[in-house]
């Protein structure tokens, strides 16, 4: 059996090579122990450093006695483990690193099991690293705590240095100087920063509790895609505001319009109403008629006098002022309770549907009053039509003027419900806050 004194240089070369890497494995394992504060398993792996170091400090010198023609200046005591050493057989060395190794190699794969089924303080702040979003920690005096990779970059990004003192890096980001290309930009109660890259950022600022000491804490977001598409909303909600106001003013001509048809028209239905009188009265004059047609010719006068007496008003701008005069120039008296909405578009739409109730009311009721009740209810706001006419006697089939109202309400975000009975009324349930015309 060949012994280590008795081995070629190859083989000893090879043993101390092996032996090296068993003394930097052992130091890895005792660091990867203590990082993951099992200091029990230092109970194997030290052994493992202390004979794998002892073998390599014997290879070692056993190469310098042989390469000083076995002159050395040792002490007797490690002279005499050298002896010892190389007196031991190769193959039983080649066997010690084969069990050395082995026991390195499991106890690698123990830590890396371990790592991966537990949370160690290097995993947290791996986790952290990892992070999209850039977080920084820091005592109250700016001490840092912890910052993370994606923190680091968006400080050099804004800053041009690296983070050193929490404090100062807060105060630079709220107030202080930033790169050429970066600026500040609030949107409501929201500060971000923009980067000469497009990016959008948003810093939050907190206090966190550990125990007894108190942690700022700062985090950072790319809030690139929120910010465009806050940005566009609020573009595309002055543009729709522009649209509403236009609206508003072609609305009112068109009321203005619509209610000058309508007096122009009652006033040929009263122009041809007086005419059918007059002939009543001569009629009545010639024959003598009877009290009912003495009464009914007298009500068609009080109504004929009564729109006579009510002239057209001009330049009316409102559409409640306008279609409440136009009613009234017609007969028809509009009483409402509660307050009737002004922001647009519901004030066209609640108009609109007066306008066509008063429509009905004359053509078909053969009323003279329509009530208008208004009420609001969380986030809408309801109002109801009703007229004293004469009431349907079937179901209502909406055409004209009532689908037209249907259209109108529900594009722009409203419902509508026609009742038959016991009575007619249309309700319109117009949710509160600004809204976008039907077109």
Not at 100 to 116: D, K, L, Q, T, V
Request: glycine content about 8%.
């Amino acid at each position: 059996m060949t012994i280590f004194a008795e081995c070629d240089g190859t083989q000893r070369i090879i043993i101390g090579i092996i032996s090296i890497f068993l003394v930097f494995g052992a130091i890895q394992l005792i660091n990867a122990s203590t990082v993951q504060k099992r200091y029990g398993r230092l109970v194997l792996t030290i052994p493992v450093l202390l004979c794998s170091f002892l073998m390599m400090e014997c290879v070692l010198e056993y190469e310098e006695f042989l390469y000083n023609n076995e002159i050395t200046d040792m002490s007797p005591g490690k002279f005499e483990i050298l002896e010892t050493f190389s007196e031991i057989p190769y193959i039983t060395l080649v066997f010690l690193c084969i069990i050395y190794m082995a026991a390195e190699i499991g106890e690698f794969m123990n830590i890396i099991y371990w790592g991966n089924h537990h949370i160690s303080p290097i995993s947290v702040k791996e986790a952290i690293d990892n992070m999209p979003a850039g977080v920084c920690s820091f005592r109250p005096d700016g001490r840092l705590l912890l910052v993370n990779r994606a923190m680091e970059r968006f400080g050099r990004k804004v800053t041009g240095d690296v983070i050193t003192d929490g404090v100062g890096f807060e105060r630079c980001l709220a107030c202080g100087a930033l790169m050429p290309g970066c600026s500040r930009v609030e949107l409501g109660d929201k500060q971000f920063i923009l980067t000469d890259d497009g990016c959008a950022y948003s810093v939050q600022a907190q206090y966190v509790k550990d125990g007894n000491d108190v942690i700022r804490l700062l985090t950072v977001s790319d809030m690139t895609e929120e910010y465009k598409k806050h940005t566009d909303l609020l573009e595309f909600q002055d543009k729709v505001r522009e649209l509403n106001e236009k609206l508003t003013k072609y609305n009112s001509e068109i009321v203005a319009l619509t209610s000058d048809r309508e007096v122009l028209n009652a006033k040929v239905k009263i122009h041809d109403e007086m005419g059918s009188g007059l002939l009543a009265i001569k009629h009545y004059l010639k024959t003598g008629g009877t009290v009912e047609e003495r009464e009914n010719i007298i009500e068609r006068l009080r109504r004929n006098i009564a729109f006579l007496q009510h002239a057209p008003q001009e330049n009316v701008i409102d559409e409640y002022s306008l279609m409440i005069g136009t009613a009234g120039e017609l007969g028809v008296s509009i009483e409402v309770e509660g307050e009737l909405p002004q922001e647009e578009p519901m004030k066209h739409i609640v108009a609109t549907a007066i306008h066509e109730c008063l429509t009905n009311t004359l053509r078909h009721a053969k009323g003279d009053r329509i009530s208008v009740y208004v009420s609001e209810s969380g986030d809408e706001v309801e109002v109801t039509l009703k007229n004293n006419g004469i009431q349907p006697e079937e179901e209502i089939v909406e055409r004209g003027g009532l689908a037209s109202l249907r259209t109108l309400t529900e594009k722009s975000g409203g419902k509508m419900t026609v009742l038959s009975v016991p009575e007619f009324a249309v309700v319109l349930s117009l949710p509160k806050g600004e809204l976008i015309y039907g077109i």
